[in-house]
């Protein structure tokens, strides 16, 4: 979502029409992909995730910047485009910040025809390693005002299922929705909630996959006013990890129920934590698992509500953006502990970031 979200900041920055495509998980022209038994769209609509100029609507009045377009629209009125590499201005390896990236790109393609395409084999303009550490929030203060920012909204189809599943984490009153029907939308902060973000499956390999590189955090979980920093402990040479290095890092992407617990409680004791008693549990681990580390956490009492992403009632369209969901329960908790090695995690955070919510609420395993 956040090369998107640059990619759309780029093109407004320099008067040009964002062109996007779908999301796309399969390009071969299946309508379904078979993903670790399942069958998945091989396609999902950008609309079906987000709104807003980002996603083709209006930039706010008095913005002279072109809508953005979806491709197939873009493959009509520009069937010759003036084709480049990105590396022409960066190389792969660079390593400047997404500040300087931002202005080489501009000023680059305000000197360029009117249909401009980057090659598909060409180095993404914003690639992992600006993603995957500080660089990125050389661009912070440009995007944080910029429309695609300002104006972002989810689709309605992930409005609707917080709304139908907010009975899960926050006090519901029907009277008040007969009266007046609820909305998921302005994102204001919901009181009492504190959200929490955990990883399973798979995810434990990538964990120790960063322990043989000294992985750091997402970039967007790297801001300087952030209460909780990650110094990557010493390797036992290239590509390898020492035990205690190991621990560290499995302690901080991949928690056990009992650490989960303990960073709970230490979080719910700080003054941002002040008031929590309903907890919801961002997480694809499986039912079992889940429901272990909800009786855990509510050993600890005082909690009205602890219910998780399994909890969640969606129809067969939201069960495919369920992620986004997520996101946006986590960006209008009051406190939210994610994974600093997620890209999930990251996208909130830079979300609540950009709302000015307080710096405190954001933290990490």
């Known amino acids: 979502m956040q090369e998107h979200l640059l990619n759309a900041h780029l093109a407004h920055e320099?008067?040009?029409a964002f062109v996007y495509n779908n999301y796309t998980w399969n390009k071969d022209g299946s309508d379904y992909t078979e993903y670790n038994g399942h069958l998945i769209p091989s396609r999902i609509p950008i609309t079906a995730l987000l709104r807003g100029p980002a996603a083709g609507e209006?930039?706010?009045?008095?913005?002279?910047?072109?809508?953005a377009v979806v491709k197939a629209y873009w493959d009509k009125v520009c069937p010759e485009p003036h084709r480049m590499m990105s590396e022409e201005l960066f190389k792969i390896d660079a390593d400047a910040d997404a500040g300087e990236v931002l202005r080489t790109w501009v000023e680059k393609l305000k000197t360029l025809p009117r249909c401009v395409e980057i090659k598909e084999d060409a180095a993404q303009i914003w690639n992992i390693w600006v993603f995957g550490s500080k660089r990125v929030l050389g661009i912070w203060e440009s995007l944080k005002n910029s429309?695609?920012?300002t104006e972002f909204r989810w689709s309605q189809l992930i409005e609707d299922g917080f709304t139908r599943n907010r009975h899960l984490f926050m006090h519901t009153n029907w009277l008040r929705d007969l009266i007046s029907p609820p909305s998921a939308y302005p994102y204001d902060v919901i009181p009492g909630l504190l959200a929490l973000h955990?990883?399973?499956?798979?995810?434990?390999?990538?964990?120790?996959?960063f322990a043989r590189w000294s992985s750091q955090w997402n970039g967007f979980n790297q801001f300087p006013e952030l209460p909780d920093h990650f110094v990557p402990p010493p390797t036992a040479g290239w590509g390898e990890y020492t035990e205690e290095g190991k621990n560290i890092y499995?302690?901080?992407?991949?928690?056990?129920?009992?650490?989960?617990?303990?960073?709970?409680?230490?979080v719910r004791a700080t003054p941002a934590g002040k008031g929590?008693?309903?907890?919801?549990?961002?997480?694809?681990?499986?039912q079992p698992w889940v429901?272990?580390?909800?009786?855990?956490?509510?050993?600890?009492?005082?909690?009205?509500?602890?219910?998780s992403s399994r909890d969640m009632k969606l129809d067969w369209e939201q069960q495919f953006v369920a992620q986004s969901v997520d996101m946006l329960i986590g960006q209008r908790a009051?406190?939210?502990?994610?994974?600093?090695?997620?890209s999930l995690t990251s996208n909130i955070v830079m979300l609540r970031m950009a709302r000015d919510i307080p710096a405190d609420t954001n933290r990490f395993w």
């Open 334 to 342: 009051q406190v939210i502990i994610g994974n600093g090695f997620s």
């Open 276 to 286: 929590l008693k309903n907890v919801f549990i961002m997480t694809n681990g499986k």
């Open 14 to 16: 320099s008067g040009r």
């Open 198 to 209: 955990i990883r399973r499956g798979d995810f434990e390999g990538h964990c120790l996959h």
């Open 250 to 266: 499995l302690k901080h992407c991949f928690p056990d129920i009992e650490q989960i617990v303990a960073r709970v409680a230490e």
């Open 58 to 67: 209006p930039w706010p009045p008095g913005d002279p910047a072109p809508r």
């Open 147 to 149: 429309p695609v920012i």
């Open 291 to 307: 429901e272990e580390l909800k009786r855990e956490i509510a050993k600890t009492g005082g909690w009205d509500r602890i219910a």
